[in-house]
């Protein structure tokens, strides 16, 4: 049972996903997990054959018991490296040169989770996994949309034809091409009920318990209160003229049907995690006395949780990956952590994380690190103000950039450089297409 | 039979907030104080009305379908 989350102690399989003969390489997803805070889909960190499933649906376990064994090494396998709960091993990350992201493909580091077909005979005690996510690499041409029913319905994208634009596969053609209400491409995942094909389901079917909420709650109440126990915060802000960025945006949406539209969240996204790559003091996590610098960029995003909450999931390598492909994966975390079903890899790998409050929000937010992170990067509301350049006034969209980091970690320069950085790449919105 | 606007839009709604008594929603409040709904929440609604009415709402017009009856007004303006 892996730790997903610092305060967590016990977990309780819900659903296995493999059986034993079932061969597994790292990344697979093999069980769904109920933490109290979110339901988790368990990532598998060693290859091999399933052996033995040693934990039955329902039964809850200690962090650190032992789930499956694999045959190849005869031990059990665990979902996370023997040497640590925690992030993985990290290379410091090298400063990247080329900041402008102007390939369509994201770099080959995102992995594809694809849920492994479970065998019939384990039952289903709870809610249908999510269906198999659209490998990254090889970019199907298809609307965000048309991506999230695919996963709801479990169709892999590449088999759909497309109506759309320059064979652009739309939400229809995914609906169309299923044969029947809970046929799927992947043949053992089965779908609780039959998805209803003109229901938009963006965010959540069902709000979340009192029970789930209340956890979740717990989860950020001890996260915080360790937080200030523990790193000595200071704070630097940054104000940054947005009209470029907003004009950038504005043409850019134009561009794009309604279900592409970019939000501002992913250009600020994706300029945190430039400055980050630019700045490793800033990006990793503070163990055992020393800070260890993480080899990717993977933010965590705070998402307020519809009842009261935050969850901060990963997006991973969210300097890699083009504007577009940072949409879809964020649109669809949100939904996901709304439903509070992530997978492990989302709670585990956050190396900094963001924090952006909408326009109907305060000026700036000064916040909170989560532990063992070493910075939190917020952006206020949009405001139009006062601007002085150039000797003249004017009045812009400003936003305000704020750092909170970990003066073990580093200081006001590293921090300084940082946010100096996000507000270059703001102002230069082009090249974070 | 053309369903009522009305429903159509609070349906839409329902699956971005579902824990919302739409039943007691004010029409002339702003959804995006009366529901905390947020710009992810305001694209999904404008692509839910797209996926449903066929409608294209530009950016510059979310703040037309802000409040229930804005937004009832707007779609049938267009057609819907």
């Given at each position: 049972m892996p730790s997903l989350g610092a305060d967590m102690e016990v977990g309780?399989?819900?659903?296995?996903?493999?059986g034993p003969g079932d061969v597994v390489k790292r990344g697979d997803i093999v069980a769904l997990v109920d933490t109290e805070k979110a339901e988790i889909e368990i990532e598998i960190w060693n290859a091999g054959r399933v052996a033995r499933i040693l934990v039955e649906p329902g039964r809850e376990v200690p962090v650190g018991a032992p789930l499956l064994v694999l045959e190849e090494t005869g031990e059990a396998a665990s979902a996370a490296p023997k040497s640590e709960r925690g992030p993985r091993p990290p290379a410091p990350l090298r400063p990247s040169s080329a900041t402008s992201a102007t390939s369509a493909k994201p770099a080959a580091v995102v992995d594809a989770r694809i849920p492994i077909p479970r065998p019939s005979s384990v039952p289903v005690p709870s809610e249908v996994p999510s269906a198999p996510r659209a490998p990254s690499r090889e970019r199907v041409r298809a609307t965000p949309l048309a991506r999230r029913v695919a996963r709801e319905l479990g169709v892999d994208?590449?088999?759909?034809?497309?109506?759309?634009?320059?064979?652009?596969v739309r939400a229809d053609d995914v609906r169309a091409s299923q044969p029947a209400p809970t046929a799927v491409a992947s043949p053992a995942t089965e779908t609780a009920a039959p998805v209803a094909p003109a229901r938009l389901a963006p965010s959540a079917?069902?709000?979340?318990?009192?029970?789930?909420?209340?956890a979740i709650r717990r989860g950020m109440a001890n996260a915080m209160a360790r937080s200030k126990r523990e790193i000595p915060h200071y704070y630097l802000e940054l104000d940054v003229d947005m009209s470029r960025a907003l004009a950038w945006l504005e043409a850019a949406n134009r561009e794009r049907s309604v279900e592409q539209r970019l939000l501002l969240q992913v250009l600020l996204l994706k300029a945190t995690a430039l400055a980050l790559a630019d700045v490793p003091d800033l990006n990793g996590h503070w163990l055992d006395g020393r800070f260890v610098p993480a080899a990717s960029v993977h933010l965590g995003v705070a998402i307020a949780v519809r009842g009261g909450g935050l969850l901060a999931p990963a997006l991973h390598d969210v300097d890699r990956r083009s504007l577009d492909v940072l949409m879809h994966d964020l649109s669809d975390l949100v939904a996901r952590a709304r439903r509070a079903q992530l997978r492990s890899s989302e709670v585990r790998d956050a190396t900094a994380t963001v924090t952006s409050l909408s326009d109907r929000g305060p000026d700036r937010v000064y916040g909170v690190i989560y532990p063992p992170?070493?910075?939190?990067?917020?952006?206020?509301?949009?405001?139009?103000r006062p601007w002085a350049q150039a000797g003249m006034l004017g009045v812009r969209p400003v936003l305000s950039i704020t750092l909170s980091a970990d003066h073990r970690a580093s200081d006001g320069q590293q921090g300084t450089r940082l946010l100096r950085r996000i507000a270059r790449a703001l102002e230069e919105p082009e090249k974070l297409a | 039979m053309k369903r009522p606007l009305r429903e159509l839009v609070l349906e839409v709604l329902g699956a971005i907030a579902p824990e919302a008594d739409l039943a007691a929603l004010d029409p002339r409040a702003d959804l995006r104080d009366e529901l905390e709904i947020d710009s992810m929440d305001l694209l999904h609604f404008a692509i839910g009305l797209h996926e449903q009415t066929g409608i294209e709402i530009p950016e510059s017009d979310y703040p037309r379908i802000a409040t229930l009856a804005g937004c009832v007004a707007y779609l049938e303006a267009r057609g819907a």
């Open positions: 309780t399989v819900l659903t296995w996903y493999v994208l590449s088999r759909v034809t497309g109506t759309g634009p320059e064979g652009r079917d069902q709000p979340l318990s009192a029970e789930r909420l209340a992170q070493v910075a939190l990067v917020g952006f206020g509301g949009l405001r139009e | -």
